[in-house]
C-alpha cells in the first residue's frame, strides 16, 4: 500500500558523487559513511550506491547499522566510528565489522569477546573533544592493541571540527597535533595500514587531511557540508526529493484562521491544499513561521498555519488545485528547487539534521 507522502532516492547521483569525490581525493581510498539510515536516504540503498561507485568500505555508528547491511548482504569492509557497549562486541566480530577503540577497556571487550587479531582502528582526540584518545595517551592504548592476540591495527585516525570553514587555523592545528600523534607512534614501531582524518569537508578543503582515506558522509548524498565549501560540491547531485500528493481542497474567506493555535489569517479568500505529511514525517513544525513553501503546481506555496502531526496546509490563492496533485517538499518542480539546505538555512540548522530527521513512516522509493 502506497502512502500519498514519500522520498524519492536515486541510486545514480550517490553513485555519481561517490565517483566525483573519489577523483578528487585519489589515491586515498575514498569509504562512504552511511550511518543514520544513510543519512536519511536508506542505508542499504547508499551502501550498494557507494560501493558501485567506487567506495573502498563503509562507515557506521552502530553496530546494529552494520549488521543491517550485513544482512543485506553487503560484504564490504564496514569501520564502527565509536567504541560501542561491551554486551555487542560479538555481534560486532561475528558480523565482521571493524571496530573503533581508544580505550584499554575497549581491547579489552574484543579480548573478552573472542576476537582473534580483529582489526581496529585507534582514534584519537586532536580537538573534537567527544570521543578518542588524547594524543599522550594514543601510545598506550596501541600498545594495548599490539599486545593483545585480540587484535591487530588496521588504522588510525583522527575527526576534524571545524573543517567546512576552510579558513579556520584550528583544522590546521588539528592536523599538527594528529602528525605528531602518528610520528610518536611510527618511533615506537607502529605502522597502521590506513591513516585518515577527512570529513567530506575535509576531503574537498583541505588536501593535507586526506592522507590514505578519507570518510565521506553528507557529500556522497549531494550535500554540501556547509556554506564554506558550497563552491566545492557544484558537481555533486542531490539524491532525495521528499514529495506528497495533495489530499483535500477547499475554500477559505478572508478573516477566517487555520491549524492549532490559529495563528495564521488569511487576508483574502483562497484556495487551501492540505498535504498528508506532517512532523512525524519529518517536517519541522515550526516551518510555517519561517516562510517554508512547497511546490506545487510549478509554483511556491506558503505554508499556512502550523505543521501539524500528519497533515500541513498550503494558500494557493486563486489557482486550479485538485486531490492528487503532486507536491514537492524537497527537490525540484518545473524550473524550481527546495533544498534541503533551504530548509536548513530558514531554521537555523543544518541540512544533516533535515534529511536524517526524515521519519520511518516516509517510504523510501528508489529512482
Not at 43 to 70: D, I, K, M, P, Y
Not at 75 to 95: G, W
Not at 142 to 161: D, K, M, R
Request: proline share 4%.
Amino acid at each position: 500500500m502506497s502512502r500519498w507522502a514519500w522520498a524519492e532516492v536515486s541510486a545514480s547521483a550517490i553513485e555519481h558523487n561517490v565517483r566525483e569525490l573519489a577523483s578528487v581525493v585519489a589515491p586515498a581510498q575514498m569509504w562512504a559513511v552511511v550511518k543514520a539510515d544513510g543519512y536519511g536516504h536508506g542505508s542499504v540503498l547508499a551502501a550498494r550506491a557507494a560501493l558501485a561507485g567506487g567506495a573502498h568500505g563503509l562507515c557506521v555508528a552502530l553496530v546494529q547499522e552494520g549488521v543491517t547491511l550485513r544482512a543485506a548482504g553487503v560484504d564490504a569492509p564496514i569501520l564502527v566510528l565509536s567504541e560501542q557497549p561491551s554486551a555487542q562486541t560479538a555481534t560486532a566480530l561475528a558480523a565482521g565489522l571493524q571496530l573503533t577503540v581508544y580505550t584499554r577497556e575497549g581491547v579489552e571487550a574484543i579480548a573478552v569477546a573472542g576476537g582473534v587479531a580483529h582489526p581496529v582502528h585507534l582514534k584519537v582526540d586532536t580537538g573534537m573533544r567527544r570521543v578518542g584518545a588524547s594524543v599522550s595517551l594514543a601510545l598506550e592504548v596501541a600498545a594495548a592493541i599490539q599486545a593483545s592476540p585480540a587484535t591487530s591495527l588496521a588504522g588510525v585516525f583522527t575527526h576534524l571540527a571545524v573543517a567546512d570553514e576552510p579558513a579556520n587555523p584550528f583544522t590546521t592545528l588539528q592536523l599538527d597535533r594528529f602528525d605528531e600523534a602518528l610520528a610518536v607512534l611510527r618511533t615506537a614501531g607502529y605502522h597502521p595500514p590506513l591513516v585518515h582524518a577527512a570529513n567530506s569537508s575535509g576531503a574537498l578543503a583541505h588536501p593535507r587531511a586526506r592522507y590514505g582515506m578519507v570518510r565521506a558522509g553528507i557529500a556522497i548524498y549531494g550535500i554540501s557540508p556547509g556554506a564554506g565549501v558550497d563552491h566545492l560540491c557544484r558537481s555533486l547531485q542531490p539524491a532525495l526529493s521528499l514529495k506528497a500528493r495533495v489530499s483535500y481542497v477547499k475554500r477559505v474567506a478572508a478573516g477566517e484562521s487555520i491549524s492549532y493555535g490559529l495563528r495564521h489569517t488569511f487576508l483574502r479568500d483562497s484556495t487551501v491544499a492540505t498535504l498528508p505529511i506532517g512532523y512525524a514525517d519529518g517536517v519541522p513544525r515550526r516551518l510555517h513561521s519561517v516562510e517554508g513553501t512547497v511546490l506545487l503546481g510549478g509554483r511556491h506555496r506558503p505554508i499556512v498555519g502550523v505543521v501539524t502531526m500528519d497533515q500541513l496546509m498550503l494558500d494557493c490563492g486563486d489557482d486550479a488545485v485538485a486531490v492528487g496533485d503532486e507536491a514537492v517538499l524537497i527537490g525540484t518542480q518545473g524550473a524550481h528547487t527546495i533544498t534541503a539546505a533551504d530548509w536548513a538555512a530558514r531554521l537555523d540548522t543544518i541540512a544533516y539534521e533535515i534529511v536524517c530527521g526524515l521519519s520511518t513512516r516516509i517510504e523510501r522509493r528508489p529512482v
